[in-house]
């Protein structure tokens, strides 16, 4: 029940925000969204034990770092190479449930490209990778089914901004969740999803 709760958010969060101009309001629901993830992990003393487990670093190793590099620089590949085809493919903008506003107050934009972005990454491997993960090991050991399951639900996150947006984050969980796995660590994941989004939203 509680898993359901806080995936949630993630997911109506984007109706709120259909057809919204105002870059103050978009960022204010989309900031509440993002915080009640950490609101409910520390209401669920379980979720809060894997989540303060899953946010250190044991054996800091270099090549996880170069590893989340690696993640980031394959989704941004794919992408490139393959997304745009398949924005054209689904419609392009027809397909796209809405775009973000502008924001114009260039406070405002480093504040969202800093902080709103690096609330979004933390919020969602916490959610999607840490936490998700978790779950589904009470029911299954097989590595293969939770790196599908939890990087459709990634996907699904997604759901506003087109089929091809939703195939790119498929890809992207997998990538993510095959990263958390090597370095038993939300850390490396977390720094490629930012690194992603600030791309996208530079």
């Not at 958390?180 to 690194?195: E, G, N, T, V």
Request: proline content about 4%.
């Amino acid at each position: 029940m509680w898993l359901i709760i806080l995936l949630s958010p993630n997911f109506i969060n984007d109706l709120f925000l259909l057809g919204q101009p105002d870059p103050i309001y978009w960022l204010q629901i989309d900031y509440v969204t993002r915080l009640s993830t950490f609101v409910i992990v520390l209401l669920v003393p379980e979720f809060r034990r894997v989540v303060q487990s899953a946010l250190t670093m044991q054996n800091a190793n270099f090549n996880w770092w170069l590893g989340a590099a690696a993640v980031a620089s394959a989704t941004l590949l794919f992408d490139y190479l393959i997304g745009y085809r398949l924005y054209l493919l689904f419609g392009g903008n027809d397909a796209v449930l809405f775009s973000y506003p502008k924001i114009s107050e260039h406070w405002l934009k480093l504040f969202d490209l800093s902080i709103g972005l690096a609330l979004v990454a933390v919020a969602e491997e916490i959610t999607c990778r840490g936490i998700f993960k978790y779950v589904l090991e009470k029911f299954t050991k097989n590595k293969i089914l939770i790196i599908l399951i939890s990087s459709f639900v990634f996907a699904a996150f997604h759901w506003s901004h087109g089929p091809a947006a939703m195939i790119t984050a498929f890809f992207t969980g997998i990538l993510l969740m095959v990263l958390y796995m090597r370095a038993k660590s939300l850390l490396p994941p977390i720094f490629a999803h930012y690194i992603i989004n600030l791309v996208y939203f530079i």
